[in-house]
């Protein structure tokens, strides 16, 4: 089966069966049309429908190497420029159609899972077995375009000092069994965005500070169907509403965040892509180049959404006739910067790609990065001067149906703006509201901010990537060397 | 009749009749039992009743001049530096109560109709009648504990260009027609907060650009009952919830904003404080010194939030075990350097008071001007604080429902924090969640930013006050003077 | 005459006349022998020889149109993106010979002199004689490798209100009369940098607000040998020092500034580009492209200097054992950050390369006034986090005299860093203390940024690019009008 | 002896005799007649002065209890707030004499010695004699109005791994022998500020990381002359000029820093203040409350040294025309701002003013800690406004000589500024130029920016005050405890 239909998409996860715990109470029903998760499946059908459009399918799909039928462009493993140029334009056409809002959109687990099978040789070392689970399981996704969820991050909990010390009573998700079927996982992961609404989920916990041996159950890494026995979900509070002009963004993007609870999981053999082997987890992340190949995903959303909000600052200023103000230009001038350099970034990665060591080709790391520590600064500050430009009046902002009431003709008058009618305004405004003082674009904030980890983080993998660069040091070394002459 | 009672505040709002929409309904039935005003108006009830807590009495209260009934310390028009002192002390216990999240507590309102009220003799220049009224109308806010919301911010239409060119199509708010009876005003104005649960609205425009003329319908300040024929009121959409758990602050402190629109309302003459003229539109602001006296207030509300959210600050380090790391102690170092430079600054104010000029004393204006040019910074630096603090964490927070359903068991174990049950942890996270990302908080760091006008604003209000001192600019000049021996 | 060896350009500047105020006394004697010339004239002199060098000159130069004969490639008027690529070429060779402190290395004002160049046949409509005078003079540069000096910004009093009212007292540098010969100019230029080392200077006032009419005395441009009579320069103090080891920076890059006072100074015909005309100054200057051809010069430098910077940070940073620092980390990755921005912006100007109407090519202008933007932000902030990683280390710094003193064995004990000896360690803490609290790093950190003019011009720069862009305006546009379903 | 003249200050410094190496010679004739001391002993003469100007003699003394005879009132050890007032008062005299640039004016001395003399009962429990020690030194440096420099930094080679192993090789200062006469010191200190001109130096390390033990090589603390045998200082390079047009800052204010090498010291044992014990080294320094007196201080630094920087401002305004550009004002309110909050910090410190234990009397820790956070951000961020106000302006700045040359009548005409003659903007420009560009002002504000150690040791002192204080803590519990109604 190639490229999926959004219609598909959303049968099979209206299919499922897997408990998800919303404010008290099981989505039962089609997820489709819950709340929680109808605006985002809507606006994810439409993404999977592009790749069969006919005017975009050149553009979004390959063929699969298995039955050349079209598969998904964010499956491609590049092994050229060229590739990786076909892979950020329709990488693009997905992040223009949402805006850079969908941190998930499909193509970032399609990467992920692209990038884990480039460095599947890397587990022959264990078991040529799971290499080759690896490799399956990136076919079985290319060509069944399979909707991922990831599932990495462990509770807060799992780190209290004394629960980490004897095995048993460790929080940590972890190997509780090993059976004839497979291993018996029980734990927990926060923030498995989209984790409701996938097919799948990718289980990789970052690495463990437990001690390194070669049954260390808090060590590996396994895919499986996100409704296994065992599997709960549990949801956060949407930020989604019905209404697409009060709501503009959350009514189509808002994204759920699920905690996933595993009690004694069977996760079956051949979905294991190593286990026990703490060094490994550490070792296939590293050799994958996930964070580079995801880094080049992340870029083309971070370009779509920082165009979006540019245009979004345009009609503020327009409407509130800021044109000429000094601090205006200034602002938008920043987020122009911005733009410029991100773009320049993109050029800049691909322009110097390089050879990963085992056929593949990668974009040149260290744009990738450097976008990576400049945008949880960007976005934050761009969303600031929305704030500042729009002031209070993206405060009190009424809502549609207000202007079905008798009020409505006051509303009219008083709420027009320089060349656009008060509903165009005020359409605007709500848009400002949920990027600038919402609670979707709270978290959008908070997401940004954190996407590959903090900033500490976030540094050193560039940081890194210098440490046994010479060049710079020597060539102050010398400078300082002839000061005598 | 002295100060009211929670209850007796609720019964008279709960018993007015102004057309009110929200969400496109009119709001029919108790105010107080709509989701929109039911947290607020149960805060503020119990702030007023406060006032005659036999605990409280004395610190809140004095005894009005008419009666001797004790009237709120709000309403006291300080004569010396210790009626400064009792002020605070009033104020204090309430901004403690509502822990500075309600920007119109009644003491602010009190307040501002206390500081028009000092002012009053200038009025008698265009009439002795209008005088008087001011002074009337203060003792009966006084003596009658009247909820007032305030009325000033025209809707950004008014200032369209072409628009003020014609007195007749003139958007902004002007006097149509001058009866007998009154004024008959009509226009709109934005950003009334708390207008459709309060008694009383003040309204009091911005100075407009129109033509300077003896008869000036723009220029006029009155008050009024918020339900006479002719208004209506628009809200923007509550960001309030009924469970206290999921919601800690805006289930308490979500103060609606309301959009008051005027079609021809009929303002009585005993209730306008000035007409037509202008100037005296500038004059009786400045001179009333609202800025200062309001700022003694605003400042107790800083200290007060300032609190609140180092202790939030505190409980967040303790259960993410975080004390001992460097970036920590610097950031929550910044809060309390910020939290001693307010109470510094409240107690120069008192310090270095001085008369009005016409029997009042002045809070010093500088330090409370200092004030509201570094809170609007601070705020939302101690927010963003929090938020890199919290990280992700603060983004999937379960809601109380969760812990009574089949998974409570699990989000017990995997919920849990340093020292705090997993419910315990979750409602803290809740509330972080709530200033650092949800709608309530995102409406309070822009009122924060904005409270007192923008950057500029705010910032030529202190400059100004400088611009008649040549003590610096001499202190150099005489330096530089001194370069040849 | 092709391009000039290091020895020339010295003996060129040496036997110029030009009365030049040094400290109250006129400057006699060889200028490379005078401490605030030396060493910047060893510098530029070495810069010079590099064209000649036989390792180099391929890289360096091209062939004149009109003999064949070598000539600077910052002289070439590319037409191709690959002139752009060769002219990066060159002038980075440069740029990383001086590490980026030369703000007028030769290529720059063999750029600018270029660019108008270029658009020589706008001053057809004035005059066909202006036009080819420029080309000429072009020319001239080209083959005779002319060191050229800048002066543009008038001093302030020029523009001090009443004195521009009448043209007669204005203090504007401005035609005070015209003759057979040419033109007779009189007023002030500041800041003409190099203006005691060059060959000539290109005058070129920006635009005066006076009023227009055909012969406005103030518009006009011209080149001069620095030295005709009635002009005279007055140098600012010189930051250079003898000793390389104690001013490592400022002994070799100290560019002196330089007031430039024209008093009835005749300026032949030949040498006037126009004259009269206020608009065609306005003109020349946008339709050259200056910034942009410039700007892909200055980028080359910033990337230069920063990497530079990082060498020094670098270094920093294993003396003092802070690799392992997270604020270490999270400093020196914004720096890294910086880098990529810098690189990927050139090549993302190469890359997006476009004709300029008139048969030349034109680097993508928005990437290079993106890094205008960005670096007078960067640079500061570098210079910040070496500050605050030395800290009180980079004051207490001895002079190299100190360690052939009885002290010596001292210094060498107490004075040692990791990995390197007191003499080492100090050269490196005295190269910190130029760049980080110097008088020459304050002019560096001054010259960065204001290069291309205040923070409010340069926004406006690339803010006005954008400005008849609609693509974003409408693609929120759109995206909101869909907000009906 | 009671306070001493300028006179006599100079009298002593110039008969010392200690070997101290500037630019590899040794200093011989007398010290006020060297460019690198002599402005600064010239301004400290005048401070010295001040104390016997019969106008200013009773602010700035008190009776010595020994024989009544008048004493600096920086020596006074508080026991009332009233005292506190006395201190503030004359400090500030001095303070508003050298306008802050002095970090080193005599009260910071006294005060330490005077936080010391206030602890010396702890020193009885290692021995009475050594608290015996301490007293007499106080009331020695008090009666003889002592000049003290302060030694305590330790050079970075003292903490290289692997040197600290050895208690043979240790790099950091030592007691290498213990005799009948005292101890014998080997080791050195960087940064005695003022090394060269004081009459005696207190030598007091940062406790040291090594092994706790009873006769700890490391532990101590002891005063003595600056010219002890086995003594030699090293200069850095001095920014001092002769001119005060040119240099106005650095001809008065400019403090000579010193490395200090102990070569084998005798320090007689009356001088020794503590000795082998390094616990002792801790408590005695935070037992003195030495950085909450010496705050108070440099408090009245902070304030003298913002004044002058707004008057600076002011100047620089008013000449440049800018009073009415928005970013001016927000600049300048941001000065104002900071200055209303180090002014209220001062009178919040002495309302607030606690008992010590002992008998005296302290200024509120916490306003003072703040102003120790606040004040290293504040002084760049007032730089760099001067920068970005100042522009290119401040760098073409000439010297004094320059207006008696024959360039003079132009300078007349075209650098003279809004109400300024050419001389006098000039003069303003050099003052400008030294805090925002020159060496001096690099200086000032590295100095500013660690005066009181780094970032993180400043945040932890007033984090620490507040790491017991439960109360917010609990208003935050107690806030969501009541989640449930």
Sequence with gaps: MPVKSGKQYIERINSQSVPCWYKGELVTGKRSEHLAFKGLMETQAQLYDMQSDPLLAGKMTYESPVDGKPVGLSFLPPTTVDDLRKRRGAMSVWSNAHHGFLGRSPDYMNTAIMSFYTAADLLNELSPQYAENLRNYYAFCRDNDITLSHAFIQPHASKISGQMDATEDAIAAKVVERTEDGLIITGAFMMATQGATCDEILVYPSPSPAPFDDENPFAFAFAIPNDLPGITLVCRDTYASESRFNFPLSSRYEEMDNLVIFDHVLVPHDRIFFAGNEEMSSRLFSGSNFHIHAGHQVLCRYIAKTEFILGTLQLLTDTLDLASEAHVVEKTARVLAGLESLKSLAIAAEAGAIPDGRGFILPAPQPLMAANILYPKLYPEMIEIIQLMASSGMIMVPQEEEFKTDAATHLDIYLRGTDMTAQQRTSLFRLIWELGAGSFG??????????????????????????????YRQLVSHFLANTHR
């Design 442 to 471: 709270g978290r959008q904030t908070q997401f940004e901010r954190f996407f590959f980890g903090n900033s500490i983080t976030v540094s050193n993998r560039l940081y890194s990537t210098y440490s046994g660069v010479d060049t």
